[in-house]
């Protein structure tokens, strides 16, 4: 299943994503008389994680319901353009991202495996609250910093099941689904130009660059664990005004979803609702200095999940 979260005469609604159009999950309840689902409903009506593998209450007793409605859907969606997608995740306890982690010139397993061994995964975190926005949203330049402005296309993860120490061979048994994020970086954020350099500078600049406003944007959807077996071999592809700028496949992660998972979980505890976002491949515009500019439209698709559309505009 596809699901997200929406937005319709300003209240937060859930439905089964369909590209051009999305089915609300309460129609697919009222059309085959579910009652325990339109409970479930009632009491969750904006917390897609309750019906979310692999601990989602509501998983199972959905996918029965849309199953036995599928002759129905036709009659009851809506067209995508006319409501507020969400970020898939209303309140995601952690936001965590890796720096780098595909190595596209390393295709012998032998070479990869030494790069696996000799390194780990860098890690570090966006602002939940502040950075998430959904597909369709506008994410302004930042006035403060505004030349370097880039985008990085990668695959999040969302986390269904609490864990720490989770061994790689688990991992993958705690993914609720997958979505699509852009990891938008400020390349040239230096606060306080005049100031003397100290050793450390460097990193926090880089740091702070990743955590301006609505500069995670995050969905369309989120696709179900099950949907996805194999996280390893999904084509992605940036476009900004049509132009191709990233075109690549997870397989060319250094680190693999699974093991990702357990490395964070070795010092971090895990928990449903945590989204991951797992690096971005080559074609960055920081490697060719075409930074993102205002009025730009930027699509950023993962086969299996669908397309994650953001405007660029100026800070006004």
């Known amino acids: 299943m ?20 999305i089915v609300p999950l309460q129609a697919i309840a009222e059309a085959t008389h579910d009652v325990k689902l339109l409970e479930q409903l009632k009491h969750y009506p ?21 199953a036995n409605s599928s002759s ?4 009851h969606k809506i067209a995508t353009e006319t409501v507020q997608l969400l970020p898939p995740i209303a309140h995601p306890p952690k936001l965590l991202l890796l720096a780098g982690n595909y190595v596209e010139h390393i295709l012998e397993q032998g070479d990869l495996a030494a790069e696996r061994a000799n390194t780990f995964p860098y890690v570090f975190m ?41 061994p790689v061979e688990q991992a993958l048994q705690h993914v609720a689904g997958y979505t699509v994020i852009n990891d938008i ?7 306080n130009p005049s100031r003397q350099e100290r050793p450390r500078d460097k990193f926090f600049d880089w740091l702070h660059g990743k955590w301006h406003e609505n500069s995670c944007p995050c969905g369309p959807c989120v ?4 949907e996805i077996p194999n996280p390893q071999s999904l084509w992605m592809k940036l476009s900004i005004d049509g132009e191709i700028r990233q075109d690549a496949s997870t397989s060319l992660q ?3 979803v699974a093991e990702i998972i357990s490395f964070i979980s070795s010092f971090i505890t895990l928990e449903p609702g945590d989204i991951i976002s797992t690096g971005t491949p080559s074609g960055v515009g920081n490697a060719t200095g075409n930074y993102l500019k205002a009025g730009q439209r930027i699509e950023a698709r993962i086969e299996k999940i669908g397309t994650l559309i953001t405007t660029m505009t100026s800070e006004t």
């Not at 005469?9 to 159009?21: E, H, I, K, T, V």
């Not at 910093?145 to 993860?157: A, Q």
């Not at 970086?185 to 606060?191: A, Q, T």
């Open 46 to 66: 904006d917390d897609l994680l309750f019906f979310l593998p692999p601990d989602g209450q509501g998983f199972e007793l959905l996918q029965t319901s849309i």
């Open 72 to 75: 129905l859907l036709a009659t």
């Open 254 to 256: 250094v680190f693999s």
């Open 126 to 166: 966006k602002p939940p609250t502040t950075t998430l926005v959904g597909s369709g949203s506008s994410v302004a330049i930042p006035a403060v910093s505004p030349h370097k402005v880039d985008y990085e296309l990668e695959l999040g993860v969302i986390l269904g099941k609490k864990g720490k120490n989770i």
């Open 185 to 191: 970086s400020d390349r040239g954020f230096k606060p």
């Open 223 to 226: 696709t179900t664990s099950d």
């Open 2 to 21: 596809r699901l997200c979260r929406y937005l319709q005469n300003a209240r937060p609604f859930l439905g089964l994503f369909q590209d051009d159009s």
